[in-house]
């Protein structure tokens, strides 16, 4: 870690979001300063922690970043902007993932304060989504269009291929990417209130196809961790000659996860347990893989042909991915970045699953005054 670590100007690029408040309060405790924090978000409603400056802007305008970061001159910028992951609309997600992060490279190049460039990417851009990945590393080639067949993930390739590329082109920034396996926790709106939404629905007993398959999450604490983790080795290396290979962390990826594997049916009667609805492993009922990818696909063709092409959120592919082995080997973050979870997978599904029940509280609480 750097001695001047604290004392560096932060720009977070999305920060209003989910994993950008999280972010923000670990900065904040690692002793930063708030005032020395800038976020940057197309969204200006929303949660915002005191204390950061907040700027509304459009990542896809080249115009917009550069007005923003000129009077800024961040020294750390920390990119974790994108669309939903199940956006289907190509135009969306090829505009802010790929042009957007263009964007903020070129941006930063032209500013020329920016000495850490960290981008949060997806374990998927490595995943083909269809076969089955056990311990999967980052030696495995990233997938592209058509070969990855997910255009969310094929976008995030893209983006992470743009930042890596820049390490070391333009003064002295380097760039990382970090990818998270499936991110949860206080203040998701996918993950853990489905699965909430599941056990109270009284479903957490249904499992698709084998319960041997296991899959890796990653929780928010986790991948703020290993965020700040890999702005403190930039940090430090800021001016100095490259690392050997094998201990190098600039223009490199790295998955990040809880390190903690669990099958799909576990892990959603784990979610079930805390949500006060506990499933016994007797009451499990398996539905054959076979039969729920035949009712899906059957659905998705009714829900194309009765919107007029739209997609359904619940796909074949969510199908396949519920279904199937999905672990990956983080020894490389370990090694060169001294990665540990700060919190395993059942800690942090505690805590977020205390915090949607809290949520769906408020929120019913404040229907029943209106």
């Given amino acids: 870690m750097t ?26 405790e690692r002793g930063i300063d708030p005032e020395r924090i800038h ?19 459009d990542i896809t305008s080249l115009e ?6 000129q009077p800024i001159k961040p020294n750390v910028l920390f990119h974790i902007a994108s669309p939903y992951p199940f956006e289907a609309n190509h135009t969306v997600l090829e505009k802010v993932n790929i042009t957007g992060t263009r964007n903020l490279i070129d941006s930063a190049q032209i500013v020329g304060s920016v000495a850490a460039f960290i981008y949060t990417s997806s374990s998927s851009v490595i995943h083909d989504h269809y076969h089955p990945l056990q311990r999967a590393d980052e030696t495995l080639p990233v997938l592209y269009f058509p070969e990855q067949p997910n255009y969310y993930s094929h976008t995030k390739a893209v983006a992470e291929d743009i930042v890596l590329s820049a390490n070391r082109k333009a003064g002295n920034m380097l760039t990382v990417a970090i990818r998270p396996a499936s991110m949860y926790g206080e203040g998701d709106t996918t993950q853990t209130p489905n699965l909430v939404k599941n056990a109270q629905a009284g479903r957490a007993n249904l499992q698709i196809g084998s319960s041997n ?5 990653t929780y928010v604490k986790n991948l703020t961790h290993a965020q700040i983790l890999a702005a403190e080795a930039l940090l430090g290396s800021a001016g100095e000659e490259p690392l050997p290979n094998d201990r190098r962390v600039e223009g490199e990826a790295f998955l990040v996860t809880d390190d903690d594997p669990y099958t799909f049916s576990g892990y959603t009667r784990l979610v079930a347990e805390f949500a006060g609805h506990p499933v016994k492993a007797e009451d499990v009922r398996t539905i054959p893989l076979w039969l729920m990818l035949s009712f899906v696909y059957t659905a998705e063709w009714l829900y194309w042909i009765f919107t007029f092409g739209k997609t359904m959120s619940f796909s074949t592919r969510v199908v396949r991915m519920l279904a199937q082995e999905r672990t990956f080997d983080i020894d490389k973050i370990k090694t060169r970045l001294g990665y540990q979870p700060q919190f395993t997978t059942a800690e942090g599904t505690k805590r977020a699953v205390d915090w949607f029940i809290e949520h769906q509280r408020s929120e019913t609480a404040g229907k029943k005054v209106l």
């Fill in 213 to 217: 398959n296991k899959f890796d999450n």
């Fill in 3 to 28: 001695t001047n670590w604290v004392s560096q100007l932060i720009l977070i690029i999305g920060g209003n979001g989910f994993l950008g408040q999280h972010l923000i309060q670990d900065l904040v």
């Fill in 64 to 69: 917009d970043i550069i007005a923003v970061l």
């Fill in 39 to 57: 976020i940057v978000d197309i969204k200006s409603n929303g949660p915002q922690t005191p204390g950061p400056t907040y700027h509304c802007a």
